[in-house]
């Protein structure tokens, strides 16, 4: 019997430590916004801003949470962040193939790199009424500048990635007989991983970016741009801040549990230094 006691407040302990280590963990990482919070509800609490430019926190959870009850908010940030995946992949996809094509060919590194380069100077808000033209005004329209706007950095990250390339192990590769699909497969890719990585997460803030500012123009598409927009038509900063308060959250999570993993499972894979 003491035995079994004697385990069993071992596995208590055990627990206990567990759940204190991840309080603190969650504690380091999230102190700014809870002093942010606390900032924020010292303000509005001493009414040194008026409600209606800064409603309190409590005021703005209340509308969030008769937002998602009642205004369909949950529908319309699925479709917001349907659109932004479906999006930020097709430019992935388009600038790492062009990043490749322009990072082994010359002729084509002369032709097309200054062009996009110039374009990454360009807001990719300011194709969209050339998207609205090509596509109509509808959701087709924002997938199209959401894909455009995460292409080019991820076209030039790729580019980049490649002329980081140690020249020894190109013509290592070439020496064994590499070339082709097979030589871009087995050598050129894998090397140019780790910096993809930073490129995937440039190309997510570029994505959604240019997907807030596609959907406020286009309201007639569902997401939360459109909700945005109706906040500030009928003059409702709680809505506002609302969304904006998803939009963060969102943002926070995506690269807790997605970049930063990746981005560590890289490090380890390819065993970079300083990978944690």
């Known amino acids: 019997m003491s035995t079994t006691a004697g385990k069993d407040r071992g596995t208590a302990a055990t627990v ?23 900032l924020w509800w010292i303000v509005t609490a001493a009414g040194w801003v008026d409600p209606y430019k800064l409603p309190s926190p409590g005021d703005v959870l209340g509308t969030l949470g008769t937002l998602f009850t009642e205004r369909a908010l949950l529908t319309d940030l699925g479709a917001t962040l349907l659109r932004l995946v479906e999006g930020w992949a097709i430019g992935v996809v388009a600038g790492v193939v062009l ?12 032709g097309i790199r200054p062009v996009i380069a110039g374009l990454q100077a360009v807001p990719t808000i300011a194709f969209l009424p050339l998207a609205i033209l090509w596509f109509g005004f509808n959701g087709t329209a924002v997938l199209a ?35 082709g699909f097979f030589m871009q497969r087995t050598l050129i890719f894998p090397a140019i991983v ?12 570029f994505a959604w970016r240019a997907l807030m500012a596609a959907e406020i123009v286009v309201t ?28 963060l959250v969102v ?26």
Do not use: C
């Open 99 to 110: 990043g490749l094509a322009t990072g082994r060919s010359r002729f084509l590194e002369e």
């Open 145 to 179: 500048i959401v894909a455009f706007g995460t292409f080019k950095p991820m076209a030039l990250a790729t580019y980049g990635a490649m002329h980081q390339i140690s020249p020894t192990l190109l013509m290592a590769g070439e020496a064994l007989g590499a070339k």
């Open 251 to 276: 943002g926070i999570v995506t690269e807790q549990l997605f970049f930063t993993r990746l981005e560590r499972w890289v490090n380890r894979r390819w065993g970079l230094v300083g990978a944690r």
């Open 194 to 205: 780790p910096s993809l990585v930073t490129g995937l997460k440039m190309g997510w803030s």
């Open 220 to 247: 007639g598409a569902a997401g939360l741009g459109g909700v945005l927009e109706l906040g500030r038509e009928i003059g409702a900063i709680d809505v506002v801040m609302a969304v904006i308060l998803v939009i």
């Open 16 to 38: 206990s430590r567990g759940i204190g280590t991840a309080m603190l963990a969650l504690l380091r990482k999230s102190w700014f916004v809870i002093a942010l919070l606390l």
